[in-house]
């Protein structure tokens, strides 16, 4: 019933900075936990970040921790992931996914949770 949409990707040097947005639309958004995933060229689909339907647990990939924040704002039906110090090893497709509803500080990191995915939207960093 979810439909998410994302965007904000581009091509940016390294070291700049890059904010993608995800648009969600249908019923049980905000009480789904929702979270970052990105797959790059000939590798599987990895994790990135994750959030809380409420907004206030994060947790993050070791590969962005320090770099990335992810939020949300459930009034505007829209998550966020905030990208600084991007390096060409963060080229990737980067897809946006929720869950079913859970409970209140549930913020999975397993695809396998995530029954709901976006397109994706490309992030490429030139070196």
């Known amino acids: 019933q979810v439909q998410l949409v994302e965007s904000g990707g581009g091509l940016i040097q390294a070291g700049g900075s890059l904010t993608l947005s995800c648009a969600a639309s249908?019923?049980?958004?905000?009480?789904?936990?929702m979270a970052w995933f990105r797959q790059a060229p000939g590798k599987e689909r990895e994790y990135v970040a994750t959030?809380?339907?409420?907004?206030?647990?994060?947790d993050y990939a070791d590969s962005v921790k320090g770099r990335v924040t992810i939020s949300r704002d459930n009034a505007k039906n829209t998550m966020y992931l905030q990208m600084n110090s991007l390096k060409p090893e963060d080229t990737a497709v980067y897809y946006c996914?929720?869950?079913?509803?859970?409970?209140?500080?549930?913020?999975?990191?397993?695809?396998?949770?995530?029954?709901?995915w976006g397109q994706g939207t490309q992030v490429t960093v030139s070196s």
């Open positions: 996914a929720a869950t079913v509803s859970v409970p209140i500080n549930y913020a999975p990191a397993r695809i396998s949770q995530y029954k709901f």
């Open positions: 959030i809380t339907w409420n907004g206030r647990r994060t």
């Open positions: 249908g019923p049980g958004f905000s009480n789904s936990a």
